[in-house]
């Protein structure tokens, strides 16, 4: 698996508070399966000293899980908040992945502005891809089947949480993946106890509930995909998966 939205160096946002907390999590998403991370810092704002700070903590990060012998490849990004400036995310020099991609905070969370649509067709002219974080925290956009489908086919592309299969968002975060409407899934893990870095649990849900395929496509083939900065068939599927294909994916395990 490959993990798509986490926090985990230490002392720069509300993730880890030091090298201690940052190596546990790193320990706890290798033995539950992760193989690469994507370390998604917030960023509030363009402010040059941060990024500084931010490259040179990943830096320190990557030589210290190699020290540990821990085997998990990192990726630096960053959870960028909704706001000005967005257009200049590329010059900035953290942020984006594949050369293109970011993942977006719709600010502040569970609201979702009546502008979101102009500001993505804005990024899409400056060759940016914005992927929106954690969509199941905004109940105006995930009830509104609708409108995703608009943003998708806008070129956005739509992150969930993996708790969200586990809790009671559950109902709504498989129906959005039935739907192709979650590309990709990551732990926004924080800390290891209250917010760990794990994903193996909500993977076994989507594969028994979806089939292996719509599993390994979020948790593993988009996210590699991405990555790499290559593109992505984002089509959503219009209608929901009927109800005895469902039972067919179960019986066979696929």
Same mark, same amino acid.
């Given at each position: ?20 907390? /940052? ?35 990943? /830096? ?17 990004? *960053? ?6 400036? %967005?257009?200049? =995310? ?25 502008? %979101? ?33 608009? %943003? ?17 968002? *559950? ?22 106890? /209250? ?14 509930? =979806?089939? *292996? ?13 991405? =990555? /790499?900065?290559?593109?992505?068939? =984002? ?20």
């Amino acid at each position: 698996m490959i993990d798509m939205h986490c926090h985990l160096l230490p002392g720069v946002d509300d993730g880890p508070r030091d090298w201690d907390e /940052s190596l546990a999590l790193v320990r706890q998403g290798a033995e539950d399966g992760i193989r690469a991370a994507l370390v998604t810092p917030h960023l509030g704002e363009l402010d040059p000293e941060r990024a500084e700070v931010v490259k040179r903590k990943f /830096s320190e990060l990557v030589g210290r899980v190699r020290e540990e012998g821990i085997n998990m490849r990192l990726i630096l990004g *960053a959870e960028v908040a909704f706001g000005l400036g %967005l257009e200049r =995310l590329n010059e900035f020099g953290v942020g984006t992945f594949g050369g293109r991609y970011f993942l977006l905070e719709l600010l502040p969370l569970g609201f979702v502005s009546p502008s %979101l649509e102009e500001v993505l067709f804005n990024l899409q002219l400056k060759g940016l891809r914005p992927v929106l974080a954690h969509i199941e925290r905004y109940p105006g956009l995930v009830d509104d089947t609708e409108r995703l489908e608009k %943003l998708v086919r806008m070129r956005a592309l739509l992150q969930v949480n993996a708790e969200a299969f586990l809790r009671k968002q *559950a109902k709504t975060a498989l129906k959005l993946a039935r739907m192709r409407l979650v590309h990709i899934v990551g732990s926004d893990a924080h800390d290891p106890r /209250s917010r760990p870095m794990r994903m193996a649990e909500a993977y076994r849900v989507v594969k028994w509930e =979806l089939g *292996a395929r719509t599993a390994e496509r979020i948790f593993e083939e988009v996210p590699e995909a991405l =990555l /790499s900065g290559k593109d992505v068939d =984002l089509e959503p599927v219009a209608k929901e998966e009927k109800i005895f294909r469902r039972i067919v994916h179960r019986l066979r395990g696929t």
